[in-house]
């Protein structure tokens, strides 16, 4: 029997994403501040594979969402289109879903998640508000990501009645070529800068040093991401060769790529100076004593890791693609996004890391830009446009 919002019953809203990681880092604000709205809160994702934070993590995911009365769905969602019939199987559960109860409206991320969920709700006649965590399509994509993501994209979008954009070249994209009823910008998802800026190491350096086997002497690069190839550690243990044998990398997180990445490390002769510290619940220890934010990733919407370690005060040094470049700008070392880098850049990765531990002057300026660039992506201003979409929704 479907479940009807009648009478004084809260509306009901399905928030779905392809993974629970991704509810968990990117939308508990959201979703607090859907229930301040009113809203009865609904959560479809797959707990079972695919996600950047542990099984200790998800279960206390789980638990807060109990507490705060959010109704859980379990979802098979995929993270790739093949096979195809996981996709199949993935809208059957959503048919039934929303079959079963009488959503208002629906907010849904990622691209295979998008998708389904979209076609789902068009049987419905439900309203769809889809957040584009960075198209797969941008300028200098593989054309493979085209011929696949951008037909279906444009083609969904006459589906969507509010399409949210997480930067600047995604927007105006968007607005040249998509149909959406709405389509809007957001400065990335938001984070609490001033719990980034204000905070205090727990542990001395020597602390630090001790537990996780460095030199009190050593320089720190620090990465936080999933071990992906998106996210492109391998750039960096590749060039650790090139640099001071007192630099050490670490870097916070998990995945698929980790076993390569360990083998590469070996063969480069630094598996001494690298560290895989696994899924971390909080970065801010590592942040406060790392010495240089490194994020060289093939892909990015708006990293939340860079919005992080600007607002600790980091210098960045990054690669030169949407996302990162509107986030960091002048204020950080770019450098070409690519899986393998010629000598010239080599070269000015070697320079900028031996300027921005050498010079303090240039490290300050760095830092300086990073904190002023930062008050525009905090989580009060993203919730003060979060609110009027969804207002907007409540009102349509």
């Not at 995929?78 to 559960?93: D, T």
């Not at 965590?133 to 509010?162: C, I, Q």
């Not at 910008?185 to 542990?203: A, N």
């Not at 100076?273 to 994020?295: C, K, N, P, S, T």
Request: net charge positive; with cysteine; proline share 4%.
């Amino acid at each position: 029997m479907r479940h009807k919002c009648a009478g004084t019953e809260k509306k009901k809203v399905l928030m779905l994403a392809s993974v629970a990681s991704m509810i968990d880092q990117f939308n508990m604000p959201n979703i607090r501040l859907l229930q301040e709205m009113g809203y009865e809160v609904h959560v479809a994702c797959n707990y079972k594979e695919g996600n950047t934070c542990d099984e200790r993590r998800l279960r206390e995911l789980q638990k807060l969402l109990r507490q705060m009365h959010v109704v859980q769905h379990p979802w098979d969602c995929p993270r790739k289109i093949c096979p195809i019939g996981r996709c199949i199987r993935a809208y059957r559960q959503l048919r039934r879903l929303t079959d079963r109860y009488e959503y208002d409206w629906i907010h849904c991320h990622s691209p295979i998640g998008g998708v389904l969920t979209r076609l789902a709700a068009h049987k419905k006649k439900i309203r769809i508000i889809y957040t584009a965590h960075g198209f797969h399509f941008y300028r200098g994509a593989p054309w493979k990501n085209w011929m696949l993501y951008f037909p279906v994209e444009k083609l969904l979008s006459r589906w969507t009645d509010v399409l949210l954009t997480i930067n600047k070249e995604d927007y105006l994209f968007a607005k040249a070529h998509f149909h959406a009823g709405s389509i809007r910008y957001l400065p990335g998802i938001g984070i609490d800068t001033g719990r980034f800026r204000d905070y205090r190491p727990k542990m001395s350096k020597e602390e630090f040093g001790r537990k996780y086997r460095i030199p009190k002497d050593a320089k720190i690069l620090l990465s936080v991401g999933e071990l992906s190839v998106r996210k492109n550690h391998r750039l960096v243990i590749s060039l650790l060769p090139k640099l001071d044998g007192s630099v050490y990398y670490l870097i916070c997180g998990q995945g698929a790529q980790q076993k390569r990445l360990v083998q590469l490390a070996l063969r480069r002769g630094v598996f001494e100076r690298v560290r895989f510290l696994g899924y971390q619940e909080d970065v801010r220890e590592f942040y406060a004593h790392a010495d240089i934010f490194v994020l060289p990733s093939l892909q990015e919407g708006l990293p939340a890791a860079l919005m992080e370690a600007m607002a600790c005060g980091l210098p960045c040094i990054v690669s030169d693609i949407r996302g990162n470049r509107e986030l960091a700008g002048r204020a950080s070392c770019l450098l070409p996004g690519g899986m393998r880098m010629g000598r010239r850049q080599i070269l000015k990765f070697q320079e900028t890391v031996r300027k921005l531990l050498e010079s303090e002057s240039y490290r300050q300026s760095c830092i300086r830009q990073n904190l002023e660039n930062m008050p525009g992506y905090d989580w009060s201003v993203v919730k003060k446009r979060m609110q009027s979409i969804y207002m907007q929704m409540d009102d349509s």
